[in-house]
């Protein structure tokens, strides 16, 4: 089969087969397509933005939005890519893959986003960006909060509150955040975990839903992401929203294919999702359109069952039809009873109500 490829091609299979061999592994470094894809078409990038992943991995997300440019007809020599990754050896991969995709000049830094963001302006400040888009690691503990805790943290990413040592989401959500130009937008794979959690992760919901940001929550099907059988979400924020003082919310997680290892979106399953998101209307069981106001009654839980009935309706009951089987048991069962008492009285047998 790798004869039959190009050098591109031909790397990004072993990516993908790489990360099926590896298992639990696979996930850190590499996102699975349909949901890559699903992130793009949702975010739009166009010819002459800036584009960031700050947890690139193998670099899909980046390289999807190149493909997404000259897709529709853009230049995609005209987008400016960014990164950054902590593991080195997947800081390698993601490289290789730049390199052959012809994206020398594009900047993938090493490091620790958290602890030790590299991408930086002139001024040392945090680089800002017209797109960031990310699949950081789940739940991830241990994540930095002594650093981000740390009086005058220098960058100010976390305005909206500290999470806790057990679960950095929030981290990388506010990171993202505060690398957005004014007008900028966001797409985040999370756990299902980020919509509920109480705590300081509630404090911090609060404050991004009060800023008006959180444009809209997408519930994806389980068993999607190599190393976690757990459902996940897509959060989509957008600085400049339309749709002011409301969050979509989207139920798909019962749209999927079935893969060889796990769940995988088709392209009808991406282009439903898409639609919905475009459209914002109500849609029976699967999209709401909901206000702030609702949101905040319920103490800024986001749960999308909350808000969509993802519950099927149960079909109405024929009253007459469900009790003429048992009214005809009933008369069988009659007729039974009066042919054994017949064949009793005949061997001699009194039964009792006779005798009665």
């Known amino acids: ?144 909060k002594d650093e981000a805790e740390a009086d005058g943290e220098k960058w100010n990413r976390f305005g909206f509150g500290v999470p806790s040592k057990s679960y950095g989401d929030l981290a990388f959500v506010q990171h993202m955040l505060s690398t957005l130009k004014i007008d900028g937008r966001c797409g985040v794979v999370m756990p299902h975990g980020v919509l509920f959690r109480g705590g300081k992760e509630a404090k911090i919901r609060e404050g991004i839903i009060e800023r008006d940001w959180l444009e809209a929550v997408i519930g994806l099907p389980e068993n999607l992401f190599y190393g976690t059988g757990i459902p996940a979400c897509i959060l989509i924020f957008n600085k400049a929203k339309k749709h002011r003082g409301e969050v979509l919310f989207i139920h798909a997680a019962e749209n999927y294919g079935s893969g060889t290892n796990q769940n995988i979106l088709l392209d009808t399953h991406i282009e439903r999702i898409q639609k919905a998101y475009v459209a914002w209307v109500d849609e029976d069981r699967y999209a709401s359109v909901v206000p702030i106001e609702e949101i905040r009654e319920n103490d800024y839980n986001l749960n999308i069952p909350r808000y969509v009935d993802t519950v099927e309706p149960e079909e109405p009951v024929d009253l007459d039809a469900a009790i003429a089987p048992y009214e005809q048991a009933r008369q069988t069962r009659m007729e039974a009873e009066s042919k054994l008492a017949q064949h009793m009285r005949r061997l001699g047998f009194s039964l009792g109500d006779e005798d009665a």
């Not at 990360?19 to 639990?24: E, I, L, R, T, V």
């Open 1 to 144: 089969m790798l004869l039959e490829m190009d050098k591109v091609e031909a790397y990004m299979y072993l990516i993908r087969q790489f990360a099926d061999d590896a298992g639990k592994k696979g996930g850190e470094f590499y996102t699975p397509h349909g949901v890559v894809q699903l992130l793009v078409e949702l975010l739009k990038p166009q010819e002459g933005m800036t584009i960031c992943d700050p947890t690139i991995g193998s670099g899909g997300m980046l390289l999807e939005c190149v493909r997404y440019v000259k897709r529709n007809d853009g230049n995609p020599k005209n987008l400016s890519l960014f990164g950054q990754e902590k593991n080195l050896n997947t800081w390698a991969i993601a490289k290789i893959n730049m390199l052959l995709h012809d994206r020398l000049d594009d900047r993938i830094e090493k490091g620790d986003t958290i602890r030790d963001p590299k991408l930086l302006n002139d001024n040392g400040e945090l680089k800002l960006f017209d797109i960031v888009l990310a699949n950081p690691p789940f739940s991830l503990s241990r994540w930095g």
